[in-house]
C-alpha cells in the first residue's frame, strides 16, 4: 500500500505529459480499485451491486476529464479518493438515497482494497449515448478515440481544424460524462 | 460497456494536460474582477474627492490593507478548494487574522475615544451606502471567481463557494474604498468586515448549485 501510492503518482506524471500508455496503466489500476471501493460503499447503504460499475467508469472518466486539477506537490491517493467520494455523494444524491447513511472513510483505506473483475460492464453503451453528441464533437471523438487516427487526418476526416478537433474531444467527454449521469439516475 | 474499453478509449491518443491551469484561471479571475471593479465603483460612485490629503491616504491604506489581506489569503485558498481534495489543505484560523485585527483594531481606538463619538465613529455618514455597494459590486468579480472554479473541481462545493464569495467582497471592499469617505476603523470593522462576510455567506449559499460538475 505504502509502495502503491509513490508507483500511481509516477505513472499520474507521465500520463499529465501526454504519455498514453502510462495513462492507460493508471486508469486500469485506478479502476480496480474503485471497483472495490464502490462495491463496499454501495453495499454498506443497501443497494445493488450493479450499479458499482457505472458509478467506476463516471469516477474513471471524471479523472481523465479533471487531471489538470491534481497538484504534483501533493500525493495522488487523496485526490483520486476525493474523486471518487464526491461522484459517489453525487450519485446517491441523483438517486435521492438518505447521505446521511453514507459512511466517512479515509484516503489510505482507499488504496486497501481491489477488485479485478475487469469484464464487469456497465449499463450503458458509449457508442449509443455517442449518437446524442453535435455531429462535430461525434466525428472527433470517433476519429481520434474510437478509430485511433491522429488528429491532423481527423480534421481532414471532420472538416475542422486541429484545434477544433482537440476541443471538440475534450467538450464532447464532458458532454458523455453528463449524458451517463443523466443515464444512470434509477 | 466494460471499463477495460473506456480506459482504451481515453488513452488513445493522450494530450498532454496543463498543470497550471487551476491556479493560472483563479489569479486571472482574481486580476481580471479587480478592473473590472474598479471600473465599476468609478463610474457608479465617483472616487473621493480629498484623495490626496493625508487623512484620507492614511484611511484609505488601511482600508486597502485590511482588503488586500483578506483578498491575498482568500484567493490562495481558493486554488487550493478547487482541487478535488483541497478541502483538507485550509485554515479556517488563518483566513479569520484579517477580520480579528481590524476588530481589535477598532476596538481600541474606541476605547481611547470619549463615548460621545462612538455612534459617529461606527455608523459614520454612509454606512448605508457601503452595505449596500460593497455586496452590489460584488457580484462582476464573484462571477469571474465562480467561472475559474467551474474549470477546476472542487469537492466542498459550500466552502469553494464560500471563498469565491470572500475573494468577491474583498475585491469589492478595496474599489469602494477609494469612494468612501468614511474615516475610522470601527466602521471599517463593523461594515467593511460585515458586507465582506455577507458576501461569503452568499457565496457559501450558492456554491452547491453553480459549482456542481
Known amino acids: ?186 | 460497456m466494460k471499463t477495460d474499453d473506456l480506459v482504451a478509449l481515453l488513452s488513445t491518443n493522450l494530450e498532454p494536460a496543463d498543470r497550471n491551469v487551476v491556479v493560472r484561471a483563479v489569479y486571472m479571475a482574481v486580476a481580471g474582477g479587480a478592473v473590472a471593479t474598479l471600473a465599476i465603483a468609478f463610474a457608479g460612485l465617483g472616487f473621493r474627492p480629498d484623495l490626496t490629503t493625508g487623512r484620507a491616504l492614511i484611511y484609505l491604506a488601511i482600508k486597502l490593507a485590511f482588503a488586500i489581506g483578506v483578498v491575498g489569503l482568500a484567493t490562495i485558498y481558493l486554488t487550493r478548494l478547487a482541487r478535488p481534495g483541497g478541502e483538507r489543505r485550509t485554515s479556517r484560523f488563518l483566513i479569520a487574522a484579517p477580520f480579528l485585527i481590524i476588530v481589535a483594531l477598532a476596538a481600541v481606538s474606541l476605547g481611547f475615544a470619549p463615548q460621545a463619538h462612538w455612534e459617529q465613529m461606527i455608523a459614520g455618514d454612509q454606512w448605508l451606502e457601503c452595505l449596500l455597494s460593497i455586496p452590489i459590486i460584488a457580484i462582476v468579480p464573484f462571477a469571474v471567481s465562480i467561472w475559474a472554479v467551474r474549470k477546476a473541481a472542487p469537492t466542498n462545493l459550500v466552502r469553494a463557494g464560500a471563498f469565491a464569495g470572500l475573494v468577491a467582497g474583498g475585491v469589492s471592499a478595496m474599489a469602494y474604498a477609494l469612494h468612501c469617505t468614511d474615516d475610522s476603523l470601527p466602521f471599517i470593522a463593523l461594515w467593511y468586515g460585515g458586507t465582506i462576510v455577507l458576501c461569503t455567506l452568499a457565496g457559501a449559499a450558492l456554491g452547491p448549485r453553480l459549482l456542481r460538475w
Open chain 1, 1 to 186: 500500500m505504502t509502495r502503491l501510492e509513490p508507483e500511481l503518482k509516477a505513472l499520474m506524471l507521465a500520463s499529465l505529459d501526454g504519455n498514453a500508455a502510462s495513462h492507460r496503466a493508471l486508469l486500469d489500476r485506478l479502476s480496480r480499485r474503485l471497483r472495490a471501493y464502490y462495491k463496499a460503499r454501495l453495499a454498506a447503504v443497501g443497494r445493488g451491486m450493479a450499479e458499482a460499475e457505472d458509478l467506476v467508469q463516471e469516477a474513471i472518466l471524471a479523472i481523465h476529464l479533471k487531471r489538470h486539477t491534481y497538484d504534483p506537490r501533493e500525493p495522488l491517493t487523496p485526490w483520486v479518493h476525493a474523486i471518487a467520494r464526491y461522484k459517489l455523494i453525487d450519485f446517491l444524491r441523483r438517486n435521492r438515497a438518505s447521505l446521511a447513511e453514507v459512511p466517512i472513510d479515509e484516503a489510505d483505506e482507499f488504496l486497501a482494497a481491489h477488485d479485478d473483475n475487469a469484464d464487469a460492464e456497465s449499463s450503458y453503451d458509449i457508442r449509443r449515448l455517442m449518437h446524442r453528441l453535435p455531429e462535430g464533437m461525434q466525428c472527433a471523438i470517433e476519429a481520434v478515440k474510437l478509430d485511433g487516427l491522429s488528429v491532423a487526418e481527423a480534421a481532414r476526416r471532420c472538416g475542422q481544424s486541429e484545434s477544433g478537433v482537440k476541443v471538440n474531444i475534450h467538450r464532447g467527454l464532458k458532454a458523455l460524462a453528463a449524458l451517463i449521469a443523466r443515464e444512470t439516475r434509477t
